[in-house]
Each structure stands twice: as structure tokens, then as C-alpha cells.
């Protein structure tokens, strides 16, 4: 009776019991090649929300009239400071025994993938990073079907496959995820991450596989459908931020979490009531879609014109300037969310780089053709984010430090 009640304790405190993964920041430096790489990727990203949509074939440059071609070299040895990085990573392990992957936790797709030990030999992100043996875990079950992710430089392709997916000890049965053979263009080369596992919805999932969030729910591996995230603006590597699964850390709060509902259940879109800047209202009743998976802070492209004027910005090789001389004195950018007002200071979309003695300060406020604003890193680095999915919620908190 007491080894009963001893183990119905332990097992009410570890199903309690919050799941707290440790996020990584990269430490690579980001450049402005980094940045239009960015921006192209974001725009395969929602591609499908985005109206007259043009698709170029690869390698022709698809950034939009603001990037005329041939007219900027890359600057892919260019480093232009890390005081503000691109990603945020954590650790999970596929199979048995465990192999483990450096994954960017991303709530703006919905698909897990990273590279196969199958991978072309030609495919340099591939073989830069940890890959997937399925001949070497004894949980694997074949999948013949295939699946492909279009990103800026082209698509990630491969074929799905089933195993064993654990997140901070939190074993997921049967999950099935995309094994990578061909990663093209330089859009994965260089970075901290081997994959990308997707927090979105599901009915945004290639293949319509069932994300692990949903998996790690259902298979009662955690309490609650809802997950938070803290990502850190200024930590260093060892302290990214963290990603909580399963419940609400008040911890990291220093107040109460504001919801509002998800308008469609995609990516996490919600309503914003209105978005102003000194005076001027720059969005009176928008939807918006918070992204952990990008940096950026996308926005329509009337306001993206209006706001880089607005902060008194030039366009410089695609890119939006301003003096630095002018970042303490930029009032900050107000977002009604639920009726709560989130500031975001200029010291926050404005990126700071630091280059060869020279620093330049960059607006973080980009056009990739949607209709709608995609709150990234630059957003949600600034608050608590709370993703709900038993109640289809998305909720922001002020930050306890
Ligand atoms: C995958 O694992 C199997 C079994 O351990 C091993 O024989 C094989 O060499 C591995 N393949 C690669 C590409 O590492
Ligand atoms: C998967 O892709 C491969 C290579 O492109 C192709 O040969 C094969 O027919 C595809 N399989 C399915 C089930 O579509
Ligand atoms: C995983 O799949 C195996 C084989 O199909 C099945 O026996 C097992 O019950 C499944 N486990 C879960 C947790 O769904
Ligand atoms: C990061 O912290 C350092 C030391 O507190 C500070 O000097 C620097 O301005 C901060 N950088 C950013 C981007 O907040
Ligand atoms: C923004 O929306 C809130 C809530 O609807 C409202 O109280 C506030 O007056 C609006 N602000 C502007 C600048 O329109
Ligand atoms: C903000 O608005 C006030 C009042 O209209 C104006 O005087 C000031 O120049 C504006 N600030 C900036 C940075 O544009």
C-alpha cells in the first residue's frame, strides 16, 4: 500500500513536473548576406498566405524590386557583429540508441526534419552536420513516402521516416519526421542547427504528419497542449533562453500573460487591435503570426515604406540604415495585443552591428508581400510567449528581468 502510494507520488510529481529545455543561441556572426537569406527563406515560408505570389527558378535572386541583381556582391565572409544573433536552438535525440540533433524549435512551420546519413556526398550542409543513421536504431520503421520543403535557396527533400523522437528526456513513440538527403544552397551550411522541428499547426504540415508537440501530448508525456518561450536578446550561448513544455512558467514573468485567440489555426496567426509609432498608427485592426523561427520583424509593404521613413531610414544595398546617432532618441513601436499595450523600443528593431571599428544600425522592419505582420525573434525576444493549444491561445507576458 505505501510502495503504491509512493509511486502514484512519483509519478503525480513527474507528470506535474515542467518540462524545461534549454535554448541555445548561435554564436555565429550574422551578416547582411545573413539578412537577405533571411528574407528570402521567410518568403517560401509563407509563400502560400502570400497573394500573387511570384516563384523564381533557384539562383535568380528573389528579393523583390529593392535588390536590383548583379548590382551587390555577397558578402559572405562579411561579419558584421554578433550583438544580435540569428537563431535559437536545443538538443533532442531520434532513435535507439540515441542520436542526438541540434534543432531550431520553430512555431512557423510544422514539419520535423534533419539530415540523413543518406544525404549526397555533394550536400555540404549535410555533411557538416550530425545525421540520421535509421540502419544504426533498432526503433526505426520505414516510410517509403517522400516529402520536400521549399526554402529560400530551393527545397530540402528526403523521405519521412518513424522512430523514437526524445525531447528533454521525454520519449515520443512513432514519430514520424523527414530524413534530409538533399539540403541545396547555402540557407543550412555554417549554422549551430542540423534540422528544424515545427511547432505550428498541423494542417500546415507537408505530408500532413503529425507534429511531436501533438504526439508528445496525446501519448500523456505532458500535462498540458500549451508550451512557452523566453528567448533571450543578450544572453550568450549558455544562456539562449528556454523553451517550456507542458505548462506556464510564471518564473520567467512579471505579470500576467495577455491571450488572444488564434484567428486560424496554421501558423500561430492572431489579431492584433492596432500597431502605432509617435502618433501615427500604422495598423488599425491586422493579423499578425508569431514566428520563433525568424529574426525578423515582417511587415505589409505600405507600412514597411511608411515606418522605415517614419525612423528616418535609407535604403542602402536593399537594406534599411539609419544614423546611429538617432537610435536613443526613435520612440518606441506600440502593439495593442488583447488590449495590452507591448512596446517594442528602438533598441529593438534596430540591429546594431559592429564592423571593423565601423558600427551600423539597421531596421529590422521587412517586406516579404504578405498582408499580415510576422512577429519574429525581434518581437518575441522582448516578451513571454505562451503557445496554447488546448484553448487555441496565443498569450504575451512582460519579461521578470
Ligand atoms: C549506419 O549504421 C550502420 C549500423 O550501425 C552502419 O553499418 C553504417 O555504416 C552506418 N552508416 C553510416 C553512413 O554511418
Ligand atoms: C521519391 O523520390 C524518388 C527520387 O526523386 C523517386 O525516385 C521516387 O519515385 C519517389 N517515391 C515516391 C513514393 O513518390
Ligand atoms: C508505435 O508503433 C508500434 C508498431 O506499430 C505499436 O506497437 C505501438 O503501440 C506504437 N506506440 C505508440 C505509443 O503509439
Ligand atoms: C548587452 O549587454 C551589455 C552589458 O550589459 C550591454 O553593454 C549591451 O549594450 C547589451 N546589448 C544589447 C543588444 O542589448
Ligand atoms: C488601439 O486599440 C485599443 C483597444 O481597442 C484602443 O483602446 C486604443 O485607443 C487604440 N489605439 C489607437 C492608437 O488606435
Ligand atoms: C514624434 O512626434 C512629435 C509630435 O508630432 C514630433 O515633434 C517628433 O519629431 C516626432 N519624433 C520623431 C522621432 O519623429
Known amino acids: 500500500m505505501f510502495k503504491l502510494f509512493v509511486l502514484l507520488c512519483v509519478l503525480a510529481l513527474a507528470s506535474a513536473e515542467l518540462q524545461r529545455i534549454k535554448i541555445h543561441k548561435s ?5 547582411r548576406h545573413h539578412v537577405r537569406q533571411e528574407v528570402r527563406s521567410l518568403r517560401h515560408k509563407y509563400q502560400q498566405l502570400i497573394e ?20 551587390e556582391p555577397d558578402y559572405t565572409t562579411e561579419e558584421l557583429g554578433n550583438s544580435m544573433n540569428m537563431y535559437y536552438y ?10 542526438y540533433f541540434n534543432v531550431v524549435f520553430d512555431t512557423g512551420s510544422s514539419n520535423l526534419w534533419i539530415p540523413s546519413a543518406q544525404c549526397l556526398s555533394t550536400d555540404v550542409a549535410c555533411q557538416q552536420h550530425n545525421q540520421y543513421n535509421a540502419s544504426a536504431s533498432s ?9 520536400s520543403i521549399q526554402y529560400g535557396t530551393g527545397s530540402v527533400t528526403g523521405y519521412l521516416a518513424t522512430d523514437t523522437v526524445t525531447i528533454n528526456g521525454l520519449a ?7 530524413e534530409a538527403v538533399s539540403q541545396p544552397g547555402s540557407s543550412f551550411t555554417d ?11 498541423q494542417t500546415i504540415a507537408v505530408d500532413s504528419v503529425v507534429p511531436p508537440f501533438y504526439n508528445l501530448y496525446e501519448q500523456g508525456l505532458i500535462d498540458e497542449p500549451t508550451f512557452g518561450f523566453y528567448l533571450a536578446r543578450n544572453g550568450s550561448s549558455e544562456e539562449g533562453g528556454q523553451l517550456l513544455l507542458g505548462g506556464v512558467d510564471e518564473t520567467l514573468m512579471a505579470g500576467d500573460l495577455t491571450y488572444v485567440p488564434v484567428s ?17 498608427v500604422l495598423c488599425d485592426g491586422c493579423q499578425a503570426i508569431a514566428d520563433t523561427g525568424t529574426s525578423l520583424l515582417a511587415c505589409p509593404q505600405a507600412v514597411y515604406t511608411q515606418i522605415n521613413q517614419l525612423i528616418g531610414a535609407v535604403l542602402i544595398e536593399g537594406s534599411n540604415y539609419i544614423p546611429c546617432a538617432t537610435l536613443d532618441s526613435l520612440p518606441v513601436l506600440s502593439f495593442n495585443i488583447g488590449g495590452t499595450t507591448f512596446d517594442l523600443p528602438a533598441s529593438a528593431y534596430i540591429s ?19 498582408d499580415f505582420w510576422v512577429l519574429g525573434d525581434v518581437f518575441l525576444g522582448q516578451y513571454y510567449t505562451q503557445f496554447d493549444f488546448g484553448q487555441n491561445r496565443v498569450g504575451f507576458a512582460p519579461l521578470s528581468n
Not at 191 to 201: E, K, N, P, T
Not at 264 to 280: A, K, L, P, R
Not at 352 to 370: A, K, L, N, P, Q
Open 27 to 31: 554564436e555565429h556572426k550574422r551578416s
Open 52 to 71: 500573387n505570389y511570384v516563384v523564381y527558378d533557384y539562383g535568380q535572386p528573389d528579393y523583390g524590386n529593392d535588390y536590383p541583381s548583379n548590382s
Open 90 to 99: 536545443g538538443q533532442i535525440s531520434i532513435g535507439t540508441p540515441p542520436q
Open 139 to 147: 526503433t526505426y520503421v520505414a516510410n517509403s513516402q517522400n516529402f
Open 172 to 178: 515520443i513513440a512513432n514519430q514520424t519526421f523527414g
Open 191 to 201: 549554422v549551430a542547427f542540423d534540422g528544424i522541428l515545427g511547432m505550428g499547426y
Open 264 to 280: 486560424q489555426e496554421g501558423y500561430w496567426q492572431f489579431s492584433v487591435n492596432n500597431i502605432s509609432w509617435n502618433g501615427t
Open 352 to 370: 546594431v552591428f559592429h564592423d571593423e571599428g565601423y558600427t551600423s544600425c539597421m531596421s529590422t522592419f521587412t517586406d516579404i508581400g504578405t
